[in-house]
């Protein structure tokens, strides 16, 4: 850990890339996967004029796994990587690496870019939609267990009751193309199926991977429960700053460049699936 403080601290002395407060500058989504494609696609459905960079660490997927230092050295990493790009704000569309390194991040790219999350606005949503209720949440082992939702909730004072269960091997089924089949009925029927989430109202999908089987886990519920997916959430948020900020891309069409840490044909198959057009993946190495 020592180690891992100290070569941070050279980054943030040694890594300028200068203020990205330019609007026609691209906006920069990471994930570990296939997951933040939701939350991509998401944002080009709202933004349709804003050029998007999208980074997919398939070298090092799932993040929910790994430990907090693994997440912060990769996520460092990514933001070199779409800070060189331009990137006038990066987006963290996935629960484990915004609960393990957004402050880092914030610090590390301090005026160079801003940073938004996917847990914060859901947050928000829930705070001001769904008091006194009682909700679960499923996500990653990671994201679980460091309690970021119900810490965040709690500091807002709000009469919310959270349930929270890991569901660790959803995201890796979803990455190998095993949703809306009869292997994901069954892992979700047995996971749901537990009594933490009993009496549920609402559910937070705390992984954007799992937006994928949003109708499964919906189905399973006979439609009874409300689905909380991060992605128009997020995209809603990034608009929100993009107006504030007066960031908006003003020109009328975009463009899209994905890049893989190890390329893999189902992440370039998933892409294709959803932008509905040929996608060419860029192969960048986090390390060499």
């Not at 200068?18 to 709202?46: C, E, F, K, R």
């Not at 484990?96 to 880092?104: D, F, H, N, P, R």
């Not at 990653?140 to 460091?146: A, D, E, F, N, P």
Request: glycine share 6%; proline share 3%; net charge negative.
């Amino acid at each position: 850990m020592i180690q891992l403080t100290i070569i941070y601290k050279f980054q943030f002395t040694a890594t300028i890339f200068g203020p990205m407060n330019n609007a026609h500058s691209p906006i920069g989504i990471y994930d570990s996967g296939i997951g933040g494609l939701t939350v991509a696609h998401a944002i080009t459905q709202l933004l349709p004029n804003e050029d998007i960079i999208y980074f997919g660490d398939t070298a090092h997927l799932p993040y929910g796994d790994k430990s907090e230092a693994a997440i912060q050295a990769y996520s460092i990493k990514i933001a070199d990587v779409l800070l060189k790009k331009g990137c006038k704000v990066i987006v963290i569309a996935c629960n484990s690496a915004s609960s393990a390194a957004y402050e880092l991040l914030k610090e590390y790219v301090r005026k160079d870019a801003h940073i938004i999350n996917v847990i914060d606005p859901m947050v928000m949503h829930i705070a001001e939609n769904f008091a006194n209720t009682k909700i679960g949440l499923i996500g990653t082992k990671r994201t679980v267990m460091s309690g970021v939702y119900s810490q965040r909730l709690n500091e807002m004072n709000h009469s919310i009751k959270l349930e929270s269960m890991a569901t660790p091997l959803l995201a890796p089924m979803i990455e190998e193309g095993f949703f809306n089949n009869q292997i994901s009925h069954e892992i979700i029927s047995q996971y749901l199926s537990g009594g933490e989430l009993k009496g549920i109202e609402t559910l937070i999908l705390a992984c954007t991977h799992y937006p994928l089987i949003k109708k499964d886990i919906s189905q399973f519920y006979n439609n009874q429960v409300n689905i909380l997916d991060s992605s128009e959430v997020v995209a809603l948020a990034l608009k929100n700053h993009l107006e504030k900020s007066e960031l908006i891309n003003p020109k009328s069409s975009s463009t899209k460049r994905f890049f893989v840490s190890d390329f893999t044909p189902s992440f370039e198959a998933s892409t294709r699936l959803f932008f509905g057009e040929i996608v060419h993946l860029e192969q960048h190495r986090l390390w060499n």
